[in-house]
């Protein structure tokens, strides 16, 4: 079983950066796959991006694609979303995710275990 707490969500302006950070429990961190998923006010709760045990595989959005980057640090169980060139459209409650699934990561349904989650903000 694993833990997750996400951090570093905030106010943005658009263009601006934020970093979130996702910190699990547990000594398996490094046997789980991540993923990154966001929910906006009155939406469905959506796929972000998606990391393999060790990194070597990342699945983006397309609505990301080129601004967003997963990276994690499986020393610090700690699974990182670098954001850049905000849009408001990003605005949303932030969530990380960890799935021993192979498979279909862009699905919220194949992971098992969920942070609370992390508001990020990003006015016009």
């Known amino acids: 079983q694993v833990q997750l707490v996400e951090s570093g969500g905030g106010s943005v302006q658009a263009g601006g950066s934020l970093r979130l950070s996702c910190a699990a429990s547990?000594?398996?961190?490094?046997?789980?796959?991540m993923g990154w998923f966001r929910q906006a006010p009155g939406k469905e709760r959506e796929f972000v991006v998606a990391?393999?045990?060790?990194?070597?595989?990342?699945y983006y959005a397309d609505s990301v694609k080129g601004r967003f980057t997963i990276s994690r640090n499986n020393a610090k169980n700690t699974v990182y979303l670098n954001m850049n060139i905000l849009k408001p459209e990003d605005t949303a409650v932030y969530y990380c995710?960890?799935?021993?699934?192979?498979?279909?990561?862009?699905?919220?349904?194949?992971?098992?275990?969920w942070g609370q989650g992390t508001q990020v903000t990003v006015s016009a």
């Open positions: 995710a960890a799935t021993y699934a192979l498979d279909g990561l862009g699905s919220q349904n194949e992971y098992k275990y």
């Open positions: 547990g000594r398996t961190f490094s046997r789980y796959n």
């Open positions: 990391s393999n045990w060790n990194g070597g595989r990342t």
